[in-house]
T-cell receptor
Framework: TAGITQAPTSQILAAGRSMTLRCTQDMRHNAMYWYRQDLGLGLRLIHYSNTAGTTGKGEVPDGYSVSRANTDDFPLTLASAVPSQTSVYFC???????????FGDGTRLSIL | AQKVTQAQTEISVVEKEDVTLDCVYETRDTTYYLFWYKQPPSGELVFLIRRNSFDEQNEISGRYSWNFQKSTSSFNFTITASQVVDSAVYFCALSEANSNYQLIWGAGTKLIIKP
């Protein structure tokens, strides 16, 4: 089934460790996004990429980095995790910036 | 100031009742888009509708309908004859031309449909 695959599904991580959340899409969408979802705050954009080779900062980029080496993959890296990064992370993609975004199933990350 | 406000944190109704979820937005752009997404208990996010700022026609899709009113900056969502399967968190979101069309999300409304 076409769509977005996120891995891992969930993870418990010690503070100070690094972690990369993986996101792969097979829809050949140009735009990809990373959000975090926290209770009462909805979704907040961390980073985005309008096309392969380009990335941009969203609303809450600090502590996170991304890369977009090709169309399909958009990994999110936490270089040194902190407890405030405990959240559910969603990856999304769209054909272009205007189009509806399609979401992965999310990664539940707990930083202890 | 919040750009997308969903004032109803949680709504609980009995099955078959009609229910309206409110969404108020704030923007200075003349070109923008409004979205509704559904997040059922299983956690995935499901796209429901996109409406652009130049189209104020109301939309109906089965039991779902949307009322877009630029005069009050609102984009409300009504479920008619609600069903237990409608239980979910519903998000309204705004996409502005001057912000590279990045989605700005409301905090969501949790809808509980009781049998």
């Amino acid at each position: 089934t076409a769509g977005i695959t996120q891995a891992p599904t969930s993870q418990i991580l010690a503070a100070g460790r690094s972690m990369t959340l993986r996101c792969t899409q097979d829809m050949r969408h140009n735009a990809m996004y990373w959000y975090r979802q926290d209770l009462g705050l909805g979704l907040r954009l961390i980073h985005y990429s309008n096309t392969a080779g380009t990335t941009g900062k969203g609303e809450v980029p600090d502590g996170y980095s991304v890369s977009r080496a090709n169309t399909d993959d958009f990994p999110l890296t936490l270089a040194s995790a902190v407890p405030s990064q405990t959240s559910v992370y969603f990856c999304a993609s769209s054909e272009e910036g205007l189009q509806p975004q399609h979401f992965g199933d999310g990664t539940r990350l707990s930083i202890l | 100031a919040q750009k997308v406000t969903q004032a109803q944190t949680e709504i609980s109704v009995v099955e078959k009742e009609d229910v309206t979820l409110d969404c108020v937005y704030e923007t200075r752009d003349t070109t923008y888009y409004l979205f509704w997404y559904k997040q059922p208990p299983s956690g995935e996010l499901v796209f429901l509708i996109r409406r652009n700022s130049f189209d104020e026609q109301n939309e109906i899709s089965g039991r779902y309908s949307w009322n877009f009113q630029k005069s009050t900056s609102s984009f409300n969502f009504t479920i008619t004859a609600s069903q237990v399967v409608d239980s979910a968190v519903y998000f309204c979101a705004l996409s502005e031309a001057n912000s590279n069309y990045q989605l700005i999300w409301g905090a969501g409304t949790k809808l509980i449909i009781k049998p």
